[in-house]
């Protein structure tokens, strides 16, 4: 991307996905000295990854819903011990706005944990407070100095069927000004 922008004089990039964000284009574009939009790979984690995100938050008093991070069957199960049904169970890293579900009852948390670990024995798994109510999204850029502009919020909306009924989607629509 870096020898296409400078091959083609393009004089700023704007990211459109999260994985290119992750993977470190803005770091690789300014050591080009090409202009770009977007954060840099270690802020990308924020998005990148639902633990670092959690583990930020926490570090920072930010309020959010109670989390367990695990790595293996064992892990989880003891987990599953701490949390209320429902629970949001988050792979974590990019999995295309599939990683999300929302579990009701613990059969069906002991299927979806046997079969995650015995197709990949080491992913790593945040399991949540499940939440009720609206989602919103507010975006801040930062810039130098300090400066932060606040976008107007976003009223998401994620699950699949009318009346939050169906499957977590990821993100399926939104709408601005609230």
Same mark, same amino acid.
């Given at each position: 991307?870096?020898?296409?922008?400078?091959?083609?004089?393009?004089?700023?990039?704007?990211?459109?996905?999260?994985?290119?964000?992750?993977?470190?284009?803005?770091?690789?574009?300014?050591?080009?000295?090409?202009?770009?939009?977007?954060?840099?790979?270690?802020?990308?984690?924020?998005?990148?990854?639902?633990?670092?995100?959690?583990?930020?938050?926490?570090?920072?008093?930010?309020?959010?819903?109670? #989390? @367990?991070? %695990?790595?293996?069957?064992?892990?989880?199960?003891?987990?599953?011990?701490?949390? &209320?049904?429902?629970?949001? !169970?988050?792979?974590?890293?990019?999995?295309?706005?599939?990683?999300?579900?929302?579990?009701?009852?613990?059969?069906?948390?002991?299927?979806?944990?046997?079969?995650?670990?015995?197709?990949?024995?080491?992913?790593?798994?945040?399991?949540?407070?499940?939440?009720?109510?609206?989602?919103?999204?507010? #975006? @801040?850029? %930062?810039?130098?100095?300090?400066?932060?502009?606040?976008?107007?919020?976003?009223? &998401?909306?994620?699950?699949? !069927?009318?009346?939050?009924?169906?499957?977590?989607?990821?993100?399926?629509?939104?709408?601005?000004?609230?």
């Amino acid at each position: 991307m870096v020898d296409f922008a400078k091959k083609e004089n393009i004089d700023l990039t704007f990211v459109g996905s999260e994985e290119p964000l992750v993977l470190g284009i803005v770091d690789e574009f300014k050591k080009a000295g090409l202009k770009i939009f977007g954060p840099n790979k270690t802020a990308a984690q924020l998005e990148g990854s639902k633990s670092f995100a959690k583990s930020i938050l926490k570090e920072a008093n930010v309020p959010t819903a109670a #989390f @367990s991070i %695990v790595r293996s069957l064992s892990e989880a199960r003891r987990a599953l011990v701490k949390h &209320d049904f429902p629970v949001v !169970f988050k792979l974590d890293g990019l999995a295309a706005e599939k990683g999300v579900s929302v579990i009701s009852s613990c059969k069906q948390a002991e299927d979806y944990i046997v079969n995650l670990y015995k197709n990949n024995s080491n992913t790593k798994l945040l399991i949540e407070e499940f939440m009720q109510g609206p989602e919103f999204s507010l #975006f @801040s850029l %930062v810039g130098k100095n300090n400066t932060v502009v606040h976008t107007p919020i976003a009223q &998401d909306h994620k699950r699949r !069927f009318d009346g939050d009924k169906g499957p977590n989607t990821g993100g399926i629509g939104a709408y601005s000004p609230v």
